[in-house]
């Protein structure tokens, strides 16, 4: 969700869901770079790209939508909705300050549904596309819980889940971006690079492994 735009005091970070999406991918560009011959980084890129979908879909969706509902649950969506056509009478909802974010592949299903994103901004949402998310989703989840007998990973698997993932993301926010005027400069070029080079190193990839 959006942050507040008030300067922030020098002990105190602050950010906002562009610059979140650009860190995310920036970073993803150089794990990728490492991952043929650092294998540990395809954890921190496979976690990396699932929040870039995230965030790319969170940028689309928040646009023109000032609480932010359409990235939430239904039932706090109805809650703001209803509070803002009372003419916000009464205390501010808890859901305005601590909104409940729907999952992961419910965003990216919401990004695909003309009713919360209109065309052409709307993502040419497919089945495959729906289910490379979802696995790549299970495989971020994997890696953030403990196992003390560790993981073990197919990695011959992980290169075409994380190009989906960025053709998500560049039809979000270099195609066809809806929030551009909330994001920093150069912001959708600097996305278009960074998903460049994740492209190149995960065509790369397979070649390196067939070798």
Same mark, same amino acid.
């Given at each position: 969700?959006?942050?507040? &735009?008030?300067?922030? #005091?020098? %002990?105190?970070?602050? $950010? /906002?869901?562009?610059?979140?999406?650009?860190?995310?991918?920036?970073?993803?560009?150089?794990?990728?770079? =490492?991952?043929?011959?650092?294998?540990? +980084?395809?954890?921190?890129?496979?976690?990396?790209? $699932?929040?870039?979908?995230? /965030?790319?879909?969170?940028?689309?969706?928040?646009?023109?939508?000032?609480?932010? $509902? =359409?990235?939430?649950?239904? &039932? !706090? +969506?109805?809650?703001?909705?209803?509070?803002? =056509?009372?003419?916000?009478?009464?205390?501010?909802?808890?859901?305005?300050?601590?909104?409940?974010?729907?999952?992961?592949?419910?965003?990216?299903?919401?990004?695909? !549904?003309? %009713?919360?994103? @209109?065309?052409?901004?709307?993502?040419?949402? /497919?089945?495959?596309?729906?289910?490379?998310?979802?696995?790549?989703?299970?495989?971020?989840?994997?890696?953030?819980?403990?196992?003390?007998?560790?993981?073990?990973? !197919?990695? @011959?698997?992980?290169?075409?889940?994380?190009? /989906?993932?960025?053709?998500?993301?560049?039809?979000?926010?270099?195609?066809?971006?809806?929030?551009?005027?909330? &994001?920093?400069?150069? %912001?959708?070029?600097?996305?278009? +690079?960074?998903?460049? #080079?994740?492209?190149?190193?995960?065509? %790369?990839?397979?070649?390196?492994?067939? &070798?």
């Amino acid at each position: 969700m959006a942050m507040t &735009a008030d300067p922030p #005091t020098p %002990h105190h970070f602050q $950010t /906002n869901q562009p610059r979140e999406l650009l860190a995310c991918v920036e970073h993803a560009a150089e794990l990728a770079d =490492k991952a043929a011959e650092d294998h540990g +980084a395809w954890r921190w890129l496979i976690i990396a790209m $699932t929040l870039g979908v995230q /965030n790319a879909c969170l940028c689309a969706l928040d646009h023109g939508d000032e609480f932010g $509902t =359409k990235g939430m649950t239904r &039932a !706090d +969506a109805r809650i703001v909705t209803r509070w803002t =056509k009372s003419g916000r009478h009464g205390p501010e909802p808890l859901a305005v300050r601590e909104p409940r974010i729907v999952s992961p592949l419910e965003l990216l299903r919401r990004v695909g !549904d003309p %009713h919360f994103l @209109r065309p052409p901004f709307q993502l040419p949402l /497919n089945h495959i596309m729906t289910e490379a998310f979802d696995d790549l989703v299970d495989l971020r989840n994997t890696f953030l819980h403990f196992s003390e007998d560790g993981w073990t990973v !197919d990695l @011959r698997e992980v290169p075409p889940l994380i190009l /989906n993932a960025c053709t998500v993301i560049r039809h979000l926010s270099v195609t066809q971006p809806i929030y551009l005027r909330h &994001a920093g400069p150069r %912001h959708r070029e600097r996305v278009a +690079a960074a998903l460049d #080079t994740i492209e190149a190193a995960m065509e %790369h990839y397979p070649e390196e492994d067939a &070798a």
